[in-house]
């Protein structure tokens, strides 16, 4: 199996001396995007929901002769992922790189406390606030590396819908969720000075454990999917380790860009939308409202 760090050319980067959180991390890309930084040298903290597995990457990350820590925390809880914060804060001097990986997809409907649908709340307002609760914690040459998807083209963003379950649809939900990615990158690129942000997709990868919620025959196709070689599916497929590859770029390398968007490790352009600097203004004004209310 190839490395996520060879497969994204960055093998030779020392990350002596840095400091990373790569939230989800615990299974799938999350773990891999962990792994290839402690292998580069950088000492990482691990963050999930489940303890057991995460001690265990914790602990494959100190025989690599890294650092490593797993905090716990529910995406789903605004006051767990501020603790996160507190806890990351209360532990460094300064955060080099944060990987915002963490996602999930549910099948079936729900709103959270805030009253937001809950997809959009896992995977756009929790990394949204613990970015913005670490920012004078990352340091000033730091990476902020968000996880999206392409999914996010065929999807469209009106605040109104994520606080309404009418008409819901999973896969649209995720979609949305990953086009608020997109737009929240760009818009933090603009308001913040120092540290780079940008956004990437990391592959299709039906072995991630993202589509655990979703319907049996979603969960089918992916678990059959997961297990054909990668070749017999032109491509199309791919593994956690080659997925992870485009985020370990972006946390490892410097890379010439704030605010961009990448696949396969090139930065290109993303969906239309997703370049509307107004609705990422009120994205980034709306979060903030939810979040803080």
Request: net charge negative; charged share 25%.
């Amino acid at each position: 199996m190839v490395r996520p760090e060879v497969a994204a050319s960055v093998q030779d980067e020392d990350c002596s001396g840095t400091t990373a959180l790569v939230t989800g991390a615990t299974s799938g890309i999350g773990r891999e995007i962990a792994l290839a930084l402690g292998r580069l040298g950088a000492d990482v903290y691990v963050h999930g929901r489940d303890r057991e597995r995460g001690e265990q990457v914790a602990s494959r990350l100190r025989e690599l002769g890294a650092e490593s820590r797993f905090l716990r925390g529910d995406f789903l809880d605004v006051q767990q992922v501020r603790n996160l914060a507190v806890r990351i804060d209360g532990r460094v001097d300064e955060l080099d790189v944060l990987v915002n990986n963490a996602g999930a997809h549910f099948d079936d409907g729900g709103l959270t406390d805030l009253g937001v649908e809950r997809t959009f709340h896992a995977n756009h307002l929790a990394p949204f606030l613990l970015t913005t609760e670490l920012l004078d914690t990352i340091a000033e040459d730091g990476r902020i590396v968000t996880v999206s998807s392409e999914v996010h083209r065929r999807s469209s963003l009106d605040l109104d819908d994520v606080e309404s379950l009418e008409d819901y649809d999973g896969f649209d939900a995720y979609g949305r969720s990953k086009l608020a990615n997109v737009l929240f990158t760009r818009e933090l690129a603009r308001r913040v000075d120092g540290p780079t942000a940008n956004a990437c997709h990391p592959g299709f990868v039906p072995g991630s454990g993202l589509w655990r919620t979703a319907s049996v025959p979603v969960r089918a196709l992916m678990t059959l999917l997961s297990v054909i070689p990668r070749r017999l599916t032109f491509g199309v497929v791919d593994s956690t380790a080659t997925a992870a590859a485009t985020p370990t770029y972006l946390a490892a390398s410097d890379v010439d860009a704030d605010g961009a968007y990448f696949t396969d490790c090139q930065q290109v352009a993303p969906a239309e939308q997703a370049t509307d600097d107004e609705l990422a203004a009120r994205l980034w004004e709306w979060s903030a409202d939810r979040v803080d209310g």
